[in-house]
């Protein structure tokens, strides 16, 4: 009963975990005509998470940076099963994964087990929160579609309450304090959006709260972007002065509370300021199915960044049957977008070259010693860091023969919205996001966010 699994018994059965970076890029390579490949997500979609903190201030749609999942399997060579469920626990042992639908609505059917040749584990990482006091109920995050639209509803909120009628100005000031915590890429992205949002929209639209809107970023480190050269975070520091973003760095977030925060002060004074929303991005971690699939490796599987694989991205463990790639993962390279969608096709070219041995399921492990296959680990060709930062300009570290180059500015701010126009994933997304652009960067005929 039911919607058959496209099973062909002659061939093995690839499930992947996850619809991201990773999963999108692999399902896009592979060539389905050897392998029975079946899709598990939660969401029955591709997020841009690039683009994400536009669509939280309104600039892009949401439409704009999502790819429905069935686009892509439908142009693969045989059928590809697309389930919206969420995989609960991976039994490497038996090679089972169970996975459940999580929605609202539910049929009759709703929890179900089914087993695989090959798993690949592409499950992303959820947003940390070290377990600070009030964070999880009381902050908006920038990681899901989700988070975009509490933060646009949220951070509009503040704004009319601010302009409510009698409203006093101690009162306004604290609905017009927004606090982003984390200095990492997110962070700053998120900053220097809501700045835009400053200047192109409420000057226009709410001129008498213009100048009263307060921006403060706090980094527990003592700068923000360590992964970018000392030359673009002092560029990145310099431009949020000027726009007039307080960077607090060597202060800590201790709580959360519903109309302020609490910070740690860099001589570890306490303070408690009040502010109308907070912003989370105080990075990744694995999510309760990774640490539970560690959890049954635990002698192997010891990095609590994440699933320890080999150079072939097959994880530490199991008997070659589970390849992980992302933010799952814990690699030499930092979790981002490039390296999981590398890995992605890599794999891809993995099981083009298993499917042409043959014999495979018999001679498995043989195999898997035998196959000549390129590491990846080693090889991802990082395509450098590209962040924005707000005030159209963009900061870069681009990799060149001699070295990293580093770019800031308006320029590189042009490229990055080349950048990530010609790494869209379709056509449809990519007039999308530049008719989206056009209208609300470049015509703006009125406020994305507001109207
Ligand atoms: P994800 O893309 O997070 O995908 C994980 C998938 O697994 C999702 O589809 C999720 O729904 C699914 N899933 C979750 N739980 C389960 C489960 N139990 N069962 C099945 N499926 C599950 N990187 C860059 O390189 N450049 C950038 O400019 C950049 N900007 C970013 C901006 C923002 C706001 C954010 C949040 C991240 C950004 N990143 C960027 C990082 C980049 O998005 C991640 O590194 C990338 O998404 C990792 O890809 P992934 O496939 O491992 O995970
Ligand atoms: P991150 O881990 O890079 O940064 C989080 C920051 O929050 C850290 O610097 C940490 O010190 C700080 N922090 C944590 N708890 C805190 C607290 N209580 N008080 C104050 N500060 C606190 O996280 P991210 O920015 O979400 O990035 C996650 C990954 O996604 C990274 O690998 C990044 O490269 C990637 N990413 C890349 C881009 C880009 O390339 N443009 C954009 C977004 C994300």
Redesign the pocket.
């Known amino acids: 009963p039911g919607i058959q699994l496209p099973y062909d018994t002659e061939k093995k059965t690839i499930v992947i975990?996850?619809?991201?970076?990773?999963?999108?890029?692999l399902l896009k390579t592979i060539d389905t005509a050897e392998y029975n490949v079946v899709i598990?997500?939660?969401?029955n979609?591709?997020?841009f998470?690039?683009?994400?903190?536009s669509v939280a201030l309104g600039t892009l749609s949401a439409k704009a940076i999502l790819q429905p999942t069935r686009y892509v399997a439908r142009h693969k060579a045989r059928t590809v099963t697309v389930i919206e469920?969420?995989?609960?626990e991976v039994d490497p042992f038996n090679k089972t994964v169970t996975?459940e639908d999580d929605t609202e609505i539910k049929g009759d059917v709703s929890h179900t087990t089914i087993p695989y040749d090959y798993l690949v584990y592409?499950?992303?990482?959820?947003v940390q929160t070290f377990g600070i006091p009030g964070v999880q109920e009381k902050a908006c995050f920038?990681?899901?579609l989700v988070d975009a639209e509490v933060m646009q509803r949220r951070f509009k909120d503040c704004i009319e309450s601010a302009a409510f009628p009698g409203q006093d100005a101690a009162e306004i000031d604290r609905l017009l304090h927004i606090f982003v915590v984390g200095g990492g890429?997110?962070g700053i992205?998120?900053s220097g959006e809501i700045h835009d949002f400053l200047e192109d929209d409420l000057k226009a639209w709410y001129p008498e709260l213009a100048g009263r809107i307060r921006i403060s970023l706090v980094e527990a480190l003592p700068s923000v972007l360590p992964m970018f050269s000392k030359q673009l975070i002092d560029y990145t520091e310099s431009t949020f002065k000027e726009s007039k973003i307080d960077i607090l760095t060597k202060t800590m977030v201790k709580e959360v509370k519903d109309r302020s925060v609490v910070l740690q002060m860099p001589d570890k004074s306490i303070q408690e300021v009040p502010c109308g929303m907070v912003v989370w991005?105080g990075g990744n971690k694995g999510?309760?199915?990774t640490q539970d699939l560690m959890a049954k490796y635990s002698s192997i599987q010891t990095n609590r960044r994440g699933l320890t694989v080999d150079d072939h991205l097959r994880m530490a463990g199991p008997d070659g049957s589970i390849f992980a790639?992302?933010?799952?993962?814990s690699t030499s390279y930092?979790?981002?977008?490039?390296?999981?969608?590398q890995q992605?096709a890599y794999l891809a070219r993995v099981f083009a070259q298993m499917a042409k041995k043959e014999s495979l399921e018999t001679k498995l492990n043989q195999l898997q010693q035998s196959v000549d296959l390129e590491g990846c680990n080693g090889n991802c060709q990082l395509?450098g860091?590209?962040?924005?930062i707000g005030s159209d300009k963009a900061i870069a570290d681009l990799p060149f023969a001699n070295g990293n180059i580093a770019s800031a500015g308006v320029a590189t701010y042009l490229f990055w919205r080349s950048a990530?126009l010609s790494t869209l994933f379709s056509l449809r997304n990519r007039t999308l996001v530049a008719n989206d652009w056009l209208i609300t960067k470049d015509l703006r005929p009125d406020s994305p966010l507001i109207l």
Request: charged share 20%; glycine share 10%; with cysteine.
């Open positions: 975990l996850g619809s991201g970076w990773g999963a999108t890029s598990i997500s939660p969401k979609y591709f997020l998470t690039p683009l994400l903190p469920a969420e995989a609960k996975f592409a499950v992303g990482a959820e920038m990681k899901e890429p997110t992205e998120v991005a999510r309760k199915i790639i992302g933010d799952c993962t930092a979790p981002t977008a490039q390296v999981a969608s992605g395509d860091s590209l962040a924005y990530y």
